[in-house]
């Protein structure tokens, strides 16, 4: 007569492989459904990306250097930059400001790093900056006159 331990024990064994076996059926079928996801979804990348390089053919030559001109247009501002450029011209701070069209407070700000100047306030010191010594001067001789 077989011992009642290993009976048991293989019973107990067979439940367990039949219970393993339904789980990994699920985890099966999960992953399966999973990877045809994945698989549809670079389809449609690809899908995507084919329209996206056909609509970029499409788009005119003549409208990418208006985006061009634009950056063009973004002027950069350094601290430092505008002393160098103040002492090239032999302005004092004052002066600087009356040509730039802020107080001489402001200069020293944006000489000091603590403070950056609005968009139209780069573009008064983009004026500046293409000014040379006697431009500058005369330019204030008509600023004081008027």
């Known amino acids: 007569m077989p011992n009642i331990a290993s009976v048991l024990k293989e019973e107990i064994a067979r439940l367990i492989r039949r219970q393993l076996r339904g789980e ?17 979804l670079k389809r449609r990348i690809d899908i995507l990306e084919k329209e996206i390089s056909r609509l970029a053919k499409m788009v005119p030559i003549s409208a990418a250097p208006a985006v061009d001109g634009e950056s063009e247009t973004r002027l ?3 601290p430092q930059g505008v002393r160098a450029q103040r002492t090239r011209l032999g ?6 400001g009356a040509l730039v069209g802020v107080s001489p407070q402001t200069i020293y700000n944006w000489e000091a790093g603590t403070s950056r100047p609005r968009a139209e306030q780069l573009a008064s010191i983009a004026v500046v900056r293409k000014m040379g010594k006697r431009d500058a001067k005369a330019r204030l001789d008509q600023m004081r006159a008027a």
Do not use: D, P, Q, W
């Open 91 to 96: 302005l004092s701070v004052a002066e600087m």
């Open 24 to 40: 990994t059926e699920n985890l099966k079928k999960a992953s399966s459904r999973y990877r045809s996801e994945i698989a549809g």
């Open 76 to 78: 950069r501002f350094k």
